[in-house]
């Protein structure tokens, strides 16, 4: 289970995330951020918090560049798991800001994990 | 179908893969890059210009922190060609260095890929 800490001003996850044995979900979000905050930050840390209290979830990694292009990905244990926080009520109006103000182009892509590695072997 | 593209001195793909209707496959390869170069970024660059030869390959989506620590996931047709591109001589080698030199620690994860959404709209 991923622990959220404090780094800096700004609550976070691990950088990886702690899975168990496959299968479990997966949802890639690969994003390009408009220009300005446009209360991006408050609400994407607001997010993360709300996200780790859900039922299924199991953790998340997340990446952006300096030229506003992200990929995060969350880990789930069910297609319901998922479908809860997709519908939770918080999560629909910045879902709502995301589309309006903060992202020029976004791919979202629910998958299925069907195999893991890693190093150092778990 | 991703086109390789000039971008500064590295050769790197569009930000955003353009895949099919799912589904497809997704190999998401988390990672924490160790300390200097040791002739990284050289075969990163092949490695790109030779997935994107492979049969099946669909795209790519790539970021890497100034921490050290990135996202790519690659985008495929069929098991069959994940498991071609994994088997792939050079890039066996390039493995094998990734695990020997370039990564303290990473997560690989096999995925199939069941719905997509995305914004603007396909």
Redesign the interface.
Known sequence: MARPRKTGKLRTLA???T?PE?PYY?V?F?S?RTEGDNGYRQIAERMVELASQQPGFLGA??????DG???T?SYWASAEAMAAWKGNVEHLAAQEMG?QKW?E????????????????SA
Request: net charge positive; glycine share 6%.
């Open positions: 950088k990886f995330a899975t496959p997966a890639i690969s390009q990694e997340s990446v952006r560049g300096t292009f992200g990929i990905v589309k992202y182009h976004y791919e979202l892509r629910v998958a299925k994990v069907e195999r893991a590695y890693a190093k150092p």
